[in-house]
């Protein structure tokens, strides 16, 4: 399959005058969650084909030699678009956190993916919905829609890692995913009243309740929602009074 889409090109070139345009293959991957068809297995089979097809370095039958191409990608996006697809946000093949999702052999007896080191986790809670909440609150659709949209509840749905939840783990994924974006402040586990902190990990098989690493830049630091919104009125405040 990949000689005869990587052909076709050399030879619509060769047709139109081109025949020695170099080509560089920009993306080549598959994704490890979000879809039925993505997952780690799939896509450790698919990138170890891929490196030892390139690594071989034998071309294609119209291009013989070594192919330019880029593994897509290093790592997993959070805030991708999801408009193609949920999988958009899992091409890494690495988590978030810099740990390798599957091994992968990039070629030669040290070829191996090297796990990130030191990083640093903020504390083992999650914000899980609260037992004694129920699932027909009027009030869940909206915070739900809430902590998904600004969140990531792309390991939601049918086939994917997260798809055999009940209503009730669905609505504490997406609950911990806004939680742990906004690094595990307490207001980010409000949701009128509906959300509440664990220590007891929620994680069930293979969907992991994930937790946020600290950020690592310079002058990083823990800003509350209400905080933040004092800090947007008061440079709201400063520039009117400026014009």
């Known amino acids: ?16 005058g081109f025949a020695n345009l170099p080509i560089i293959i920009g993306e080549i991957g598959w994704p490890t969650d979000g879809d039925r068809n993505a997952n780690v297995d799939y896509a450790q089979r698919f990138n170890q084909g891929v490196m030892a097809r390139i690594t071989a370095g034998r071309g294609t039958p119209m291009r013989p030699g070594p192919i330019d191409a880029y593994l897509f990608s290093l790592i997993d996006e959070d805030d991708k678009s999801i408009q193609p697809g949920n999988f958009e946000r899992h091409w890494g093949v690495f988590r ?21 080191k030191n990083v640093s986790y903020w504390e083992k809670k999650w914000c899980i919905m609260k037992p004694n909440a129920r699932v027909d609150d009027t009030q869940l659709a909206a915070s739900v829609s809430y902590a998904c949209g600004r969140g990531d509840c792309t390991c939601l749905g049918y086939g994917t890692s997260c798809g055999g939840l009940d209503a009730r783990g669905n609505i504490s994924y997406a609950f911990n995913s806004y939680y742990q974006k906004n690094n595990q402040l307490d207001e980010a586990c409000k949701f009128d009243g509906l959300g509440t902190i664990t220590r007891a990990d929620p994680t069930v098989g293979s969907c992991v309740f994930e937790i946020a690493i ?8 823990r800003v509350s929602i209400s905080g933040l919104k004092t800090l947007v009125l008061g440079l709201c405040m400063f520039l009117l009074t400026g014009l």
Do not use: C, E, I, R
């Not at 600290?214 to 630091?221: D, E, L, Q, S, T």
């Open 214 to 221: 600290k950020p690592y830049y310079g002058g990083a630091m």
């Open 96 to 116: 978030f956190d810099g740990q390798p999702k599957y091994s992968l052999n990039l070629g030669g007896p040290t070829g191996a993916l090297v796990p990130a």
């Open 1 to 16: 399959m990949f000689d005869a889409n990587h052909d076709t090109l050399v030879w619509a070139l060769q047709k139109n």
